[in-house]
T-cell receptor, first 113, second 114 residues
C-alpha cells in the first residue's frame, strides 16, 4: 500500500474555476510535506513545503493545508489558468528509513477554456 | 545560478544493453538523488548520494547503480536493460537550510528501451 495517496487521479476543470487536490499519508513520523507541480516533459517544481506545525501555506494562487492529526493535506488552486494544467505531486519526507522522500502518484489536472 | 542539468535528454536503447545517465547539480549542492518516473507508478526513489557516498537506496534491482564524483556530479548506470526500464529518469540536487531540505529537479532523461 502506497504510503502517500492522492485523489483524484485526474481532474478537468474550466478556466477560472477553483479546485482542490487531496493527499492522505501514513508516513510516520514525518518531517515535512511538499507539493510539486510537474509540467509535461519537465522535472517537478516545488510549490510549497510545510512542517508538521504549519496548517496552511500559500504561493500565489496555490494554497496548501495540512492536518497532521488526520494525516491529510490539500492543495487549493484559485481562479485556474490554462498554464495550471500539469501533474501535482504530494511528497512526504519521512523520518523512518533515514529521511526518505515518499512520493504520491500525482493528480493530473487539465484546465480547459 | 544554473539549474540541475541532465544529459542526454532522450535516449533509445535495446534490451540487454547498458546505459549511463549524467546529472550536474546546482553549484554548492552536495546531495544528488535519482528517481524513476513511469505513468503507472509515479516517482520512485532510486538512490541518493552525498559527498561521493550512497546515503539512501530505494527498492530497485542491482542492475541500477550510481556514483558521485568529487565535484558532486553524479552518474546513474542501468545494465542489461529491460523493456520495463523505459521511463523518465529524474535527478534532483538538494540544499539543507535549517530543518528544511529544498530539492530541485532537473528536466530528466527520457529512456526508451526497445
Amino acid at each position: 500500500k502506497n504510503q502517500v495517496e492522492q485523489s483524484p487521479q485526474s481532474l478537468i476543470i474550466l478556466e477560472g474555476k477553483n479546485c482542490t487536490l487531496q493527499c492522505n499519508y501514513t508516513v510516520s513520523p514525518f518531517s515535512n510535506l511538499r507539493w510539486y507541480k510537474q509540467d509535461t516533459g519537465r522535472g517537478p517544481v516545488s510549490l510549497t513545503i510545510m512542517t508538521f506545525s504549519e496548517n496552511t501555506k500559500s504561493n500565489g494562487r496555490y494554497t496548501a493545508t495540512l492536518d497532521a492529526d488526520t494525516k491529510q493535506s490539500s492543495l487549493h488552486i484559485t481562479a485556474s489558468q490554462l498554464s495550471d494544467s500539469a501533474s501535482y505531486i504530494c511528497v512526504v519526507l519521512g523520518e523512518e528509513y533515514g529521511n526518505k522522500l515518499v512520493f504520491g502518484a500525482g493528480t493530473i489536472l487539465r484546465v480547459k477554456s | 545560478k544554473a539549474g540541475v542539468t541532465q544529459t542526454p535528454r532522450y535516449l533509445i536503447k535495446t534490451r540487454g544493453q547498458q546505459v549511463t545517465l549524467s546529472c550536474s547539480p546546482i553549484s554548492g549542492h552536495r546531495s544528488v538523488s535519482w528517481y524513476q518516473q513511469t505513468p503507472g507508478q509515479g516517482l520512485q526513489f532510486l538512490f541518493e548520494y552525498f559527498s561521493e557516498t550512497q546515503r539512501n537506496k530505494g527498492n530497485f534491482p542491482g542492475r541500477f547503480s550510481g556514483r558521485q564524483f568529487s565535484n558532486s556530479r553524479s552518474e546513474m548506470n542501468v545494465s542489461t536493460l529491460e523493456l520495463g526500464d523505459s521511463a523518465l529518469y529524474l535527478c534532483a540536487s538538494s540544499l539543507v537550510q535549517g530543518v528544511v531540505e529544498t530539492q530541485y529537479f532537473g528536466p530528466g532523461t527520457r529512456l526508451l528501451v526497445l
